[in-house]
């Protein structure tokens, strides 16, 4: 693939105000004069409406190896039509979430991360991938109304365990996510900036 453009992906537990600031990147890169473009895992494409209808809203969690290998297929259809594509014009994407997510999640129903790593291995690495770290506690109250058969607060627990595995493996950067949205937004902004520099879009 001739990649002329910037990967960037934002992780973190349901709630945590992720998708919050994938778009709020996305608007703030527009009006600072580059192309950037959101999207998001679970994807829209056949595999991401399948996971949504049946593993994330279903009455209850598919088998977790099932489970792993859907949101490995829907990753790469995702990459495939969506993301590569707005690689090669040269434009910044932004991810709603990305393999992390699946070690993470899958990982804390004790699959093996060896295993979620070698299923996803041709996946694109992303040129940054930020974790925003909040407590489960603090999630689980805000996800109250709305939760899927993921959101219990000992799975949001594991989950956060593993998110902080690869923080510390050096495959995500930490940002805190109990700041307020406009001083996460800062922090997010910066980390991309300094990234990018010496990028230049064509």
Known sequence: MNKRGFFVCIEGLDGCGKTTQAKLLVKTLEKMGYKAVYTAE???????RFIKRYCL???RRAAIIV????????????????????????EIVVSDRYVYSSLAYQGAAGLSLDWIW?????ALKP?????LDV??????????PKKSVMENL?????VREVYMKLVADGELVKVDGRL????????????VLERLKGFKQP
Do not use: C, M, W
Not at 42 to 48: L, T, V, W
């Open 135 to 144: 407590e489960p506690e603090t999630v689980f109250q805000r996800l109250k």
């Open 42 to 48: 679970p994807s829209n494409g056949k595999i991401g």
């Open 67 to 90: 489970e792993a290998l859907l949101f490995a297929a829907d990753r790469y259809e995702h990459l495939e039509n969506e993301v590569r594509p707005a690689l090669e014009r040269g």
């Open 127 to 131: 040129d940054l991938a930020i974790y």
């Open 118 to 122: 070698s299923i996803n291995q041709h």
């Open 57 to 59: 809203h279903g009455a």
């Open 180 to 191: 307020s949205k406009e001083k996460v937004a800062e922090e997010v902004l910066s980390l």
């Open 154 to 158: 000992e799975t949001q627990r594991k």
